[in-house]
């Protein structure tokens, strides 16, 4: 009969953890470990932080980031260009944007992308919720920032046909212009180490620099 090594309390942590996206087996005990021999304190610190996630964090219901105020900080601020809204995936887009410093406008954020595959479709991301924004809201500029994952880009091209669609209700002059982030060779990587389609893009979004 094999003997148990580890404590059942430490085994459940251990599983528990597992369930973290790209977390396996070992990198889960070594967190557990960690856990458990570090100060009682940080352990409880831990736990509380967790357990008061569901608690204090909800929905924006402007823009469907998490926040613990409604609307959230960056809904609520009126220095911001709110007819300009930015589409992006989900919350960690949304704070790469904001990490950029270059945007300064609002955002509407899906939740996911579409994936039939996995069961996620229109009606499970936030795209009526987009859809009825533009409708009552004034926004001039839609900027699509999604992934240029095969997801990403089908996510995309559903959104823009939405948006065209709203053309049988609203007039021309409260559609707004439909923009997509430039995607290209990233910062300091060799042109020759780029894939096709990257060099493609690159090539389509080339920008002007001047006349000499």
Known sequence: MQVKVIPPALERLIRNLQRFPGVGEKTATRYALYILRGEEAVALELSGAIAELHKRISYCSACYAFSETDPCPVCADSRRNHETVCVVE??????????SGAYRGVYHVLQGVLSPQEGIGPD???IRELVERIEKSPVSEVVIATSSTAAGEAT????ISRIQ???ERLTPSKLPVITRLACGI?????VK????ITLKRAMEHRFNCGKP
């Open 90 to 99: 989900g919350p960690g887009d949304m704070l790469a944007m904001e990490a």
């Open 124 to 126: 499970e991301l936030r």
């Open 156 to 159: 995309c091209a559903y959104i």
């Open 165 to 167: 669609a709203l053309g």
């Open 186 to 190: 990233p910062m300091g990587m060799d």
């Open 193 to 196: 180490y780029a894939d096709a």
